[in-house]
């Protein structure tokens, strides 16, 4: 009896059914989680006793996420690609009567070496339609799908990890990043004008500056980068701290400010 029961369980998601909730801890939703700042949320706040549900496109491809959720049975990989907007729907159904502490908006298409110096003669205007699908629409998407679970938790989170490259003031004065700073400046806006009805259910929105992150080689030359298991604990503790009165600010790593 107790096999075929874990044999339920295992299948339970590809068959789009619903995961019995889980109210005796806090539970995150973090988009991106296979790599990087995503992956690094979810090892911390696993650590922490959280649930977390760690979704990335190719859950077959992320072995250190799958390890670790093979050590702690409070971590759940789930497939989700933010701009499937179907398989989105289809996650939150499957997760419809879990409550949402934090929903932890990370996934992202940052610039590449190709892409990142163009200028106008030059960019590649598929590239700016992917990058908005990805970083503004993708996003918005998910907090959508997931708004009621958000409301229902007792957190009432929901965080979008934004950029200095989003603010018109931060961001690098050159003509380079063409997509990626307009594509983080849209999810700034839609953030900003979600924040004037999210009160409505006590939920908080805001977004989050990680700081340079050396998340890769080339990043992690550039003088100041931070560690990536840094950045994400003082953005921890940001999070920590939040109320209400935080409802729609830009808020870098330190906890300052961020301006538009």
């Known amino acids: 009896m107790r096999a075929v029961i874990?044999?339920?369980?295992?299948?339970?998601?590809?068959y789009g059914i619903a995961r019995a909730a889980d109210t005796g801890r806090p539970t995150v939703l973090i988009t991106g989680a296979n790599r990087g700042i995503g992956f690094e949320f979810v090892r911390q706040l696993a650590a922490r006793d959280w649930r977390v549900i760690a979704t990335t496109r190719n859950p077959e491809k992320a072995d250190a996420l799958n390890a670790l959720a093979a050590e702690d049975p409070n971590v759940l990989v789930e497939r989700l690609d933010v701009t499937d907007h179907a398989g989105i729907d289809a996650l939150a159904e499957q997760y419809r009567d879990q409550p949402i502490d934090l929903l932890l908006l990370n996934a992202a298409m940052g610039p590449t070496p190709q892409t990142a110096g163009r200028r106008l003669a030059k960019l590649d205007f598929d590239v700016a339609t992917q990058s908005f699908a990805v970083n503004s629409i993708g996003p918005m998407k998910v907090a959508q799908a997931f708004f009621e679970q958000v409301a229902a938790s007792d957190k009432k989170l929901i965080a979008a990890m934004?950029?200095?490259?989003?603010?018109?003031?931060?961001?690098?004065?050159?003509?380079?990043?063409?997509?990626?700073?307009?594509?983080?400046?849209?999810?700034?806006?839609?953030?900003?004008?979600?924040?004037?009805?999210?009160?409505r259910r006590g939920v908080t929105a805001v977004m989050l500056h990680p700081g340079l992150v050396g998340t890769n080689d080339m990043l992690a030359r550039f003088p100041g980068a931070l560690k990536t298991e840094d950045s994400v604990s003082q953005l921890l503790a940001v999070i920590d701290n939040l109320t209400p009165a935080d409802n729609g600010r830009f808020i870098d790593y330190r906890g300052e400010t961020m301006p538009w």
Request: net charge neutral.
């Open 6 to 14: 874990l044999i339920f369980l295992a299948i339970m998601p590809l």
């Open 162 to 199: 934004s950029s200095d490259s989003g603010s018109f003031v931060a961001g690098s004065q050159a003509p380079v990043l063409f997509h990626y700073k307009a594509s983080k400046a849209a999810l700034n806006m839609y953030m900003h004008t979600l924040a004037f009805e999210t009160p």
